[in-house]
């Protein structure tokens, strides 16, 4: 089937999102965010995902039909999210596709959430996918993978140690008081400040590090020092901090991203996750990868943070590449491995 119609449901944190494609036309993306019930708390709470996802579901799903002017009847596959993710709010999209799927006599796939922000990229893009350096950056999420095949054949070159850049970043907005999530403020906020007014350190990043962990990440260092630098400094230029933090981290992203290439021989990269629509992170990459010749692929903003957009491209995917489905019935997977595509 060389365009299938692909339903794809995802759920895995604190987004209801539910997208449609036909092969790699998108032709519908809903998302209906618990952003604001969780705000207060500083941070996502499991149980009120949850709740929301129910709640939301199928005003979503219906909205998404509504703009796909297709029918339930029109579908040829659904996807759906079976992992990584918090499991009150997986079980959620699992039991909602697994219903459609029966209901509709059509093959489910459970297919990895983190595999599903690179393979977003199919959306965007016309050349093909891989192979590819993919650099997926976060809330939850700091990987550095090696993709052959996004359909089955992805290798782990690195993964964070301790935070992930986007829990980094909400946990730095927290203690300057700009809100939740902290990604997007801080973005704002550096703007209007300098990135080289504060040197914040670059973890993993010594010579030693290079010969023993080239392709991990550890950010709580750099957390710890913009702490303790607030801390020591009452009358801080927020902005400054804020641009001297990002910068730190976004140099050591693609630091590693671009050394990875440079191994591997692979001169594409793909940069995915809610980090990746960090307008910085997208302009340095852009600079960085031009003078390396390395061919740079970013979703477009809409696109990088949680959607069912992306669930339904790598469903697609797996439909077109022939693909066996998952069975109907599965068990939702909190801690699935990114190298595990689709449970099967």
Same mark, same amino acid.
């Given at each position: 089937?060389?365009?299938?119609?692909?339903?794809?449901?995802? $759920?895995?944190?604190?987004?209801?999102?539910?997208? !449609?494609?036909?092969?790699?036309?998108?032709?519908?993306?809903?998302?209906?965010?618990?952003?604001?019930?969780?705000?207060?708390?500083?941070?996502?709470?499991?149980?009120?995902?949850?709740?929301?996802?129910?709640?939301?579901?199928?005003? $979503?799903?219906?909205?998404?039909?509504?703009?796909?002017?297709?029918?339930?009847?029109? /579908?040829?596959?659904?996807?759906?999210?079976?992992?990584?993710?918090?499991?009150?709010?997986?079980?959620?999209?699992?039991?909602?596709?697994?219903?459609? %799927?029966?209901?509709?006599?059509?093959?489910?796939?459970?297919?990895?959430?983190?595999?599903?922000?690179?393979?977003?990229?199919?959306?965007?893009?016309?050349?093909?996918?891989?192979? $590819? /350096?993919? +650099?997926?950056?976060?809330?939850?999420?700091?990987?550095?993978?090696?993709?052959?095949?996004?359909?089955?054949?992805?290798?782990?070159?690195?993964?964070?140690?301790?935070?992930?850049?986007?829990?980094?970043?909400?946990?730095?907005?927290?203690?300057?008081?700009?809100?939740?999530?902290?990604?997007?403020?801080?973005?704002?906020? %550096?703007?209007?400040?300098?990135?080289?007014? !504060?040197? &914040?350190?670059?973890?993993?990043?010594?010579?030693?590090?290079?010969?023993?962990?080239?392709?991990?990440?550890? &950010?709580?260092?750099?957390? $710890?020092?913009?702490?303790?630098?607030?801390?020591?400094?009452?009358?801080?230029?927020?902005?400054?901090?804020?641009?001297?933090?990002?910068?730190?981290?976004?140099?050591?992203?693609?630091?590693?991203? +671009?050394?990875?290439?440079?191994?591997?021989?692979?001169?594409? +990269?793909?940069?995915?996750?809610?980090?990746?629509?960090?307008?910085?992170?997208?302009?340095?990459?852009?600079?960085?990868?031009?003078?390396?010749?390395?061919?740079?692929?970013?979703?477009?903003?809409?696109?990088?943070?949680?959607?069912?957009?992306?669930?339904?491209?790598?469903?697609?995917?797996?439909?077109?590449?022939?693909?066996?489905?998952?069975?109907?019935? &599965?068990?939702?997977?909190?801690?699935?491995?990114?190298?595990?595509?689709?449970?099967?």
């Amino acid at each position: 089937m060389s365009e299938p119609i692909v339903l794809g449901i995802e $759920t895995s944190c604190d987004e209801t999102a539910i997208g !449609i494609v036909r092969g790699r036309t998108l032709l519908a993306n809903v998302i209906a965010s618990s952003v604001e019930e969780h705000a207060r708390f500083g941070g996502v709470v499991p149980e009120i995902a949850s709740r929301a996802h129910l709640e939301a579901m199928i005003p $979503t799903l219906h909205q998404a039909l509504k703009d796909s002017k297709i029918s339930l009847k029109d /579908i040829d596959a659904v996807a759906v999210t079976g992992g990584p993710g918090l499991v009150g709010a997986l079980l959620v999209g699992v039991g909602s596709a697994a219903g459609l %799927a029966l209901g509709l006599n059509k093959p489910i796939y459970a297919v990895n959430h983190l595999a599903a922000h690179v393979s977003v990229d199919y959306l965007t893009h016309d050349n093909p996918l891989d192979p $590819t /350096i993919a +650099l997926l950056v976060s809330g939850g999420h700091s990987s550095l993978l090696q993709v052959d095949d996004i359909t089955g054949s992805i290798t782990k070159l690195g993964e964070t140690m301790d935070d992930a850049a986007g829990e980094a970043f909400d946990k730095i907005a927290r203690v300057m008081k700009l809100g939740f999530p902290g990604g997007p403020a801080i973005d704002k906020l %550096a703007k209007d400040g300098s990135a080289s007014a !504060i040197d &914040f350190p670059r973890g993993l990043t010594t010579s030693n590090d290079w010969q023993t962990r080239p392709f991990d990440f550890s &950010f709580s260092g750099l957390k $710890t020092a913009v702490a303790r630098y607030l801390e020591a400094t009452p009358d801080y230029a927020k902005a400054d901090v804020a641009a001297s933090f990002q910068e730190a981290i976004v140099d050591v992203l693609l630091l590693k991203a +671009l050394a990875a290439c440079k191994q591997s021989g692979i001169d594409s +990269l793909v940069i995915a996750g809610g980090v990746a629509a960090n307008s910085r992170l997208r302009a340095v990459a852009q600079e960085r990868c031009e003078k390396a010749g390395i061919q740079l692929r970013v979703p477009s903003p809409g696109l990088c943070t949680d959607n069912g957009a992306m669930v339904a491209a790598l469903g697609s995917l797996m439909v077109s590449a022939g693909r066996s489905p998952s069975p109907v019935a &599965f068990d939702a997977d909190s801690s699935l491995p990114v190298t595990t595509v689709s449970l099967r």
